[in-house]
């Protein structure tokens, strides 16, 4: 152990007197009651890629989003750990994959006390904690030992927590929306304006009017929420708070349409994301690399000088976000994602209980998908009579005009009944998708003997990786994650019969 020195109990005094020295995004320290940003989360309730104007989308409005991608950085491949809010969001919180956080990994589940959350730990730092809207959820908070949502204490508004604050205290505010989640009013897209004709549908829609005009009204929802977080950067701007705060704009799964949310495809998963921080972050990069939401908490505690839990298994972005360009070795190891779903809703044939468990791999080129139980329907029980009477009736997709186009006539053409099969039948215990060919992942080409190797090397790096992350879907255990209650009610709500042809 190095003696201590007269010289060296004056640098440590002098230490204790200033305060700690905090790594800043271009690597000049500064003490801690300077560099310590204010963090706004903006998270969207099923708002997935790529519908903003600033990924390319010629029909939905998002200029607030739009100006955060010019005036910070935007990620093009964004991807959550869940395509389900519950463990979508208690991975964001925690830093950690859902299948490490035992009920969480499901939805309507709950969230323990002994996992550390960022907003509990900044809190504990001296932030400033609030919370709008939806947070973690949905679940309860008692039988995992909590009384207030582990995203903050909740408050009417920005307004009124910037209100409450205590003087000379950094903030950490989480927005959450619930739009663009159904229900939707309908037409009220085409009502707005919105140009029907002109949108850019998903491969695996049909294109017809009711498609389109059901996807305008997801778009009305979308630009809703971007009209709200634009008045919160006003309002940041006002108090005077605009180069004080990281803002970060994002969604917590994919569209609420078949075979989107809650599915591992790129529709379920993958989210838009952009970051600011005026004068620290880089303004106008766009970034191709790999990351995921869980990465969002070991970012915020590395901006606030907090140590991250030895738990965590995102990977702080600072050193994606900083003035100077990143380093090659940091980009090379952001080269893939994993991405994972266990229980969605109770949506099989009773006695069954479980969910569809699925995990995957999401490279430049391919996405791999391992489908643990292939036996179950991965959107829930189709609609033959007995589903409709236990109220599971393809449960695990929300209802709505895309669902019922696709259901009612699926008998109509084989191209229609392709469709359907996509969204609602089985699959087989592996899927693989060449998207340089496929980018819609419309065509599995995991039987296909040209794509054996390729096949082969994604499923050990998926097995790997699950492995070192302890899934207990592949190191044991997996029949607890489908033994946890299921808090929530009918997966099915009253009023929405189909109408078998």
């Known amino acids: 152990m190095r003696p201590i020195t007269p010289a060296l109990c004056l640098v440590l005094l002098l230490t204790l007197a200033v305060g700690p ?21 903006a998270i969207a309730d099923d708002w997935g890629w790529p519908h903003a104007g600033a990924y390319g989308d010629p029909v939905v409005r998002t200029p607030t989003f739009d100006r955060l991608a010019r005036e910070g950085v935007l990620f093009d491949h964004a991807y959550v750990a869940s395509p389900s809010c519950t463990p979508s969001r208690a991975a964001l919180l925690t830093g950690q994959w859902h299948w490490r956080l035992e009920e969480s990994a499901n939805l309507w589940s709950t969230l323990r006390r002994d996992y550390a959350v960022y907003p509990e730990l900044l809190a504990g730092a001296g932030y400033h904690v609030g919370l709008q809207g939806k947070g973690w959820g949905p679940g309860r908070l008692e039988p995992g030992g909590r009384t207030e949502n582990p995203a903050g204490r909740e408050y009417e508004s920005l307004e009124a927590f910037l209100d409450a604050r205590p003087r000379g205290r950094p903030f950490c505010y989480w927005f959450g929306s619930l739009d663009p989640h159904r229900e939707y009013e309908e037409g009220t897209g085409a009502a707005s304006g919105i140009p029907v ?40 701007e006002k108090r005077g708070e605009r180069e004080r705060t990281v803002v970060v704009m994002t969604g917590d799964n994919g569209m609420p349409f078949p075979r989107c949310k809650a599915n591992l495809y790129d529709c379920g998963v993958r989210v838009p994301l952009a970051v600011r921080w005026p004068g620290r972050f880089a303004a106008g990069r766009r970034l191709a690399a790999f990351v995921s939401l869980t990465d969002l908490a070991p970012t915020f505690l590395e901006l606030a000088g907090v140590e991250e839990p030895r738990s965590t298994t995102g990977r702080s972005l600072v050193p994606l976000l900083g003035p100077d360009r990143p380093a090659a070795p940091e980009i ?52 033959d009579g007995k589903a409709v009477i236990e109220g599971r009736w393809l449960a695990d997709c929300d209802n709505g005009p895309t669902k019922m186009f696709m259901v009612e006539h699926r008998k109509d053409s084989a191209a229609y009944r392709r469709l359907y099969d996509l969204a609602f039948a089985k699959r ?22 040209a794509y054996a190797r390729v096949k082969e090397q994604l499923a050990r790096r998926l097995l790997a990786d699950l492995e070192a992350t302890g899934d207990p879907r592949v190191v044991g255990g997996a029949d607890r994650l489908e033994a946890y209650p299921y808090y929530g009610g009918s997966p099915m709500k009253p009023g929405f019969t189909p109408r078998p042809r």
């Not at 995004?25 to 706004?40: D, F, K, M, Q, W």
Request: charged share 30%; hydrophobic share 35%; net charge neutral.
């Open 21 to 41: 020295v905090l790594p800043q995004a271009g690597g000049v320290g500064r003490r801690a009651s300077e560099t310590r940003p204010n963090i706004l989360l």
């Open 428 to 449: 087989p215990a592996e899927e693989l998708y060449d998207l340089r060919q496929d980018p819609g992942q419309m065509t599995n080409v995991a039987g296909e003997k």
């Open 332 to 383: 090379a190891a952001r080269d893939h994602v994993l991405c994972g779903k266990e229980r969605h809703v109770p949506g099989q044939e009773k006695p069954d209980l479980g969910g569809t468990p699925m995990r995957s791999v999401r490279t430049r080129d391919f996405l791999y998908i391992r489908n643990f139980r292939p036996d179950r329907w991965p959107a829930g029980t189709p609609d």
């Open 197 to 236: 004709g002109a949108i850019r549908l998903f491969p695996h829609f049909p294109d017809v009017r009711d498609v389109r005009s059901d996807v305008a009204d997801y778009y009305f929802e979308v630009q809703r929420f971007d009209t709200e977080v634009g008045r919160m950067l006003d309002l940041l």
